[in-house]
């Protein structure tokens, strides 16, 4: 039980997972280049993430986050004029679908769940989910990319 499974793939499959982790890595680092925007190195998010490029400075997310596929993360209202900073913490989890409204602050080690709107600050050792996002549970501990430890 100690041992710990290797998926066995084929030389086509290594290709193209290699293939997808450049890409991705290289998203990332045009994202803190050319926009600028404060994403640790060590953030990882899905192809279809989106994050504002409205005001990119204003993009802040934390070391050993994960965003999952179709999650927003807004840092502007056009309607009220508003720019401001939103702030992801360190070894969140983002669900799929999720969106961030502008100026919120997620603390460190949060969940928050598939198809959320968060539109209010999330504590750190949190999960929330709904729409809008209420916070479900507390005092919960996660480890790099949201898991949590049992």
């Not at 490029?53 to 502007?76: D, Q």
């Not at 679908?97 to 999330?122: E, L, R, T, W, Y």
Request: proline share 5%.
């Amino acid at each position: 039980m100690s041992e710990r499974f290797e998926p066995k793939y084929g030389p086509i499959k290594k290709i193209y997972l290699k293939f997808r982790d450049i890409i991705l890595s290289s998203r990332c680092y045009f994202y803190r280049a050319c926009y600028r925007m404060n994403i640790h190195p060590t953030a990882k998010f899905s192809m279809s993430t989106k994050l504002d490029k409205t005001n990119p400075r204003g993009v802040n997310i934390g070391k050993y986050t994960y965003l999952a596929f179709g999650s927003v993360v807004l840092t502007h209202d056009m309607c009220r004029r508003f720019h401001t900073s939103t702030f992801i913490g360190e070894s969140c989890f983002i669900g799929a679908h999720a969106i961030i409204m502008p100026g919120v602050k997620i603390g460190n080690q949060c969940i928050i769940g598939a198809g959320s709107v968060v539109v209010s600050n999330v504590p750190d050792n949190c999960i929330a989910a709904g729409n809008p996002a209420k916070i479900i549970r507390t005092g919960i501990k996660t480890e790099r990319y949201g898991k949590i430890i049992k």
